[in-house]
């Protein structure tokens, strides 16, 4: 996709999952990719594959839960590349917990990496998208999660029902800036996150990252038929999964 080719992307949670399938696809797109995250040796391996493709690449450990690693983040990739044109804010973390056994940490935890991590990295890509005039985007990973709700989930639910809100609020605010905010909302994708959930033995199920993806460069290539397509093999996906599964 020539709109594409030399974007500057930042990916966080592009250690696994999810976030690893969305730096490999934009890579293949031509871009220049950032990948941020706390595991340095899986963000170092996947820097040496994205380099082999040919594409400017950086890997930048920091946790998106801390401020200062997330300025951090976005002075280096400032020296570096000089703008940001997309972000993708994917890291998340979730439990399948019931509310007497949430501890204060945990739930203290999921809303600092789901939503404060949102929070942070979207305020310092939107305060250097200002200053350079980039026309950007910003893409955040929420869930369906965080449209409807399900048990043993409270915590999880309410960072990423939170980040819809943040979110759609964002994207009237920050039309008059022709910076574009968009949201996706998956649901049952084979990653980490699930291992320790019952949906694990489902998997055969659930949606690929490369599935999230593709919707996520189609998002961001802003080809209208090409986000319809991923978007309704998606959605078809998705309720075969909930009208199975939902609730359990
Ligand atoms: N899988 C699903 O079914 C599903 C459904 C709906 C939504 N989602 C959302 O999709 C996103 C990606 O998750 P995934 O499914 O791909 O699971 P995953 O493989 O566990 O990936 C989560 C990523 O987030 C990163 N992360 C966690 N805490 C972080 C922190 N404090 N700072 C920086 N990075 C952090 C992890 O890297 P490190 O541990 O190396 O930091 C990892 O790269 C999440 O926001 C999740 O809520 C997933």
Not at 130 to 147: E, F, N, P, R, W
Not at 152 to 161: L, M, P
Not at 172 to 180: G, P, Q, T
Not at 206 to 227: G, K, N, Q, V, W
Request: include cysteine.
């Amino acid at each position: 996709m020539a709109f594409l080719k030399n974007k500057v992307v930042v990916i966080t949670g592009a250690s696994s999952g999810i976030g690893e399938a969305t730096a490999l696809a934009f890579a293949r797109e031509g871009c220049s990719v950032v990948l941020a995250a706390r595991r340095l040796d899986k963000l170092k391996a996947l820097e040496k594959k994205i380099l082999s493709l040919d594409v400017a690449c950086l890997a930048i450990q920091t946790d998106v839960s801390q401020q200062k690693e997330v300025q951090r983040l976005f002075s280096f990739v400032e020296k570096r590349f000089g703008r940001v044109d997309i972000l993708v804010n994917n890291a998340g973390v979730g439990r399948n917990v019931s509310l007497e056994n949430t501890s204060l940490k945990d739930w203290q935890s999921i809303l600092d990496i789901n939503l404060s991590g949102v929070f942070y990295c979207s305020q310092e890509v939107v305060r250097l998208m200002m200053k350079k005039h980039t026309a950007g985007h910003i893409i955040t990973v929420s869930s369906v999660l965080g449209l409807i709700a399900m048990p043993g989930r409270s915590a999880y639910c309410a960072s990423k029902h939170a980040v819809t809100g943040f979110k759609r609020s964002l994207r009237w605010e920050l039309r008059k800036d022709h910076i574009s905010v968009s949201i996706v909302h998956p649901a049952g994708v084979d990653t980490e996150i699930l291992q320790n959930s019952a949906v694990e033995r489902k998997k055969w199920k659930m949606l690929r990252s490369e599935d999230i993806a593709e919707y996520i460069i189609a998002l961001a290539s802003r080809d209208i038929l090409r986000i319809v397509y991923v978007r309704i093999l998606n959605v078809w996906r998705r309720f075969y999964y909930l009208v199975k599964y939902y609730p359990q």
